[in-house]
């Protein structure tokens, strides 16, 4: 992560829009919970999403998980060259 990577997401998480998951406890590798702000952002961006994808041009939703198996993501290239300036 750049350092401004790295401040831009200290900021984030002071200011409560998100912080790691079980952190307490030493956390979770890539599990991060939104906090009042971040929880806020959220539904503002995907009710925008949805109201321009869903309501306006008639797409249709899917949720799924976000946790999958390794073979998943070794299909799909992100074991070799995936970064997440989160993690």
Do not use: C, I
Not at 19 to 40: D, L
Not at 43 to 57: H, I, Q, Y
């Amino acid at each position: 992560m750049t350092e401004e990577g790295a401040r831009l997401s200290e900021l984030a998480k002071r200011r409560g829009f998100f912080f790691q998951t079980a952190g307490a406890y030493g956390g979770v590798a890539g599990f991060y919970t939104y906090g009042p702000q971040g929880a806020t952002l959220k539904e503002n961006v995907e009710g925008a999403w949805r109201d321009r994808f869903v309501t306006r041009e008639g797409h249709m939703e899917v949720s799924s998980p976000d946790v999958m198996p390794e073979a998943v993501f070794e299909a799909s290239g992100h074991l070799d060259g995936f970064d997440d300036m989160l993690v």
